[in-house]
């Protein structure tokens, strides 16, 4: 489900609750674009993260 697919979002205010940094995705700077590229770059390269952030994201989902 696309509920269960890792994020990569801007580490503010009202966003970064949609995922916890390094548990169902990742957070950066508001306007660093070298570290969002940096940050889709790693969950692209890193199969294990990206697995691990699945799975955080659809047990949050499902727990409430």
Known sequence: AACALPVV???????KEIARNNRE??????GNLNALQA??????????????ARRARRRRRTSG
């Not at 995705?25 to 508001?30: F, M, N």
């Not at 940050?39 to 691990?52: E, F, G, K, S």
């Open 25 to 30: 995705g990742l957070l950066y700077p508001e």
């Open 9 to 15: 979002t801007v580490d503010v205010p009202g966003l």
């Open 39 to 52: 940050a889709i770059l790693r969950l692209v390269d890193d199969h294990a993260l990206a697995q691990r």
